[in-house]
Every structure is written in structure tokens, then in C-alpha cells.
């Protein structure tokens, strides 16, 4: 089992910034792949990026490219995602994920935290 949780969601007006952290634990949870997805009211969760716990190139959803970076931090046993540049479109509950295949579909992933709140203001 691995244990997922968020935190660091919150208001911000559009153009700024947030970094949301995902605080990992467990058995073998760096031999995975860590992600960010996001669902909005009313919509789909969605892919926004991944990246290896062991190391490797990230992946991000194109309408998040050159504003979010995802990053890990292995003696913390800790992923984040830097988001700047922050538009209302942004807004939705993000949510960190671990799983074991590399890829942009939800269901892949086995654990998932609880999700942090991420509101951007126009």
C-alpha cells in the first residue's frame, strides 16, 4: 500500500502561483510513477503531469506545458507541482496519484490522496 497526501491548494487570483506538495509513504512507493490530476465541477478528472520517483524525464498536459513543473524530492519522500502563470480554467480539485505504468489515463494509477482545492480568481 502507498499513502498519498496533499496539501497546499487555495485561492489566487489569475497569474499567480501555488505549489502543491504530496507527502508519499508506504511499501516500495519509489519504484513508482507519481502524478497530478485535476477534475473540475462538472468534468472528467484530467491528466496534468508525471514523473518518475526514480528519476527520468516529467510529462505534463499540454495546456499546463511552460507554466507548471512537477518535481520530486526523494529524501522527503515528497512530489510537488509548481504551478505559475494561473488562469481560472486552472481551478478544480487536484490530486496526487502513484501507480506503476507511465501514463495519462486515470485508472492506471492505484492510490490516489484526497485531493486539495485549487480556485483561481479572474
Known amino acids: 500500500q502507498v499513502q498519498l497526501v496533499e496539501s497546499g491548494g487555495g485561492l489566487v487570483q489569475a497569474g499567480g502561483s501555488l505549489r502543491l506538495s504530496c507527502a508519499a509513504s508506504g511499501r516500495s512507493f519509489n519504484t513508482y510513477v507519481m502524478a497530478w490530476f485535476r477534475q473540475a465541477p462538472g468534468k472528467e478528472r484530467e491528466f496534468v503531469a508525471r514523473i518518475m520517483w526514480s528519476g527520468g524525464s516529467a510529462y505534463y498536459a499540454d495546456s499546463v506545458r511552460g507554466r507548471f513543473t512537477i518535481s520530486r524530492d526523494n529524501a522527503k519522500n515528497t512530489a510537488y507541482l509548481q504551478m505559475n502563470s494561473l488562469k481560472p480554467e486552472d481551478t478544480g480539485v487536484y490530486y496526487c496519484?502513484?501507480?506503476?505504468?507511465?501514463?495519462?489515463?486515470?485508472?492506471?494509477?492505484?492510490?490516489w490522496g484526497q485531493g486539495t482545492q485549487v480556485t483561481v480568481s479572474s
Open positions: 496519484s502513484s501507480g506503476r505504468t507511465a501514463t495519462h489515463i486515470s485508472r492506471a494509477y492505484d492510490f
